[in-house]
């Protein structure tokens, strides 16, 4: 296989054969945070430069827009160091978690809608999935460190104390109210350590965060109680189909391939992967059966 010398090309396919010219060969031509060339590399490229420039400031621009939130977040923490500063962005574990939410409730002191939204929102959501009837941020002493405290069913405790499930949907609901209006919100796995309704309001979560702050939401997820529950959403027409979009990964020697669910106005799914989750029609028929053939034996 041909390999062309290190440089900048121009390709121009046509319908049989795809021809490459050489632009120029320098050191200057590696590029600087994997999208933008140096401005030696630019002014080589003369007019070209600025189509070049061009594109890496688009794709910096769509890249800003993008928050992601991996599927291993931090285990919580004692207390919290908080220098009277708002982050950027809350990190891929969710770090700065606690630093967006005490920004959130102590940097906005004027009435401003920013005010508490983010703290109100996970307040809020904590709440209908019956993880906390209250979620407090705790000054310790006049030092510069805080703790969570959650209250559930009459008891106060520190939020390392509480079931995992609560730290680790915490950053997912804190990123869907402290990412900018208008930006994509990636998650991978944002159920993991909740029971069934807790990960079922989860898609009531996105729908609502992203029909009121505009927020579009790629989620990863191996939930079915989730995926139910947005189909319901689509019965209720509370989401219309061509605004939710479903996938299925499916893997083969070849690679991994990205299959789209056809779905309907009531939400169900026309084209179900085979086994996608399981047998569970078949799993209640088997469990009457037996039910059927121990109650036919007893009575004999």
Known sequence: ?????????????NETVCTAAPLGQSRDYAPERSIAFSRPALSLLGNDGNLAEDISLAIDSELKDLTYLGPLRCQPERDYVWNKAQPGEIGIDGRRTIDALLASALLHRSKSPERNRTLNGVSKWLKKMNLADRFRLRQVGRSKRYEVVV???????????????????????????????????????????????????????????SSERKIQFIVETHSEHLFRRMQTLIARQIIKPEYCAMYFVERDRKGSHLHSLDLDEYGRVKNWPPQFFGDALGETAEQARLMFERRMGEST
């Open 151 to 209: 209250d559930s069913h009459g008891v106060s405790a520190n939020l390392r104390d509480v079931g995992i499930g609560v730290s680790q949907v915490l950053p997912v609901l804190t990123v869907a109210f402290f990412a900018p209006s208008g930006s994509t919100v990636l998650l991978e796995e944002p159920e993991i350590h909740l029971h069934p309704l807790a990960q079922s309001l989860l898609a009531e979560l996105f729908a609502e965060v």
């Open 1 to 13: 296989m041909y390999k062309p010398e290190k440089g900048v090309w121009d390709y121009e396919p």
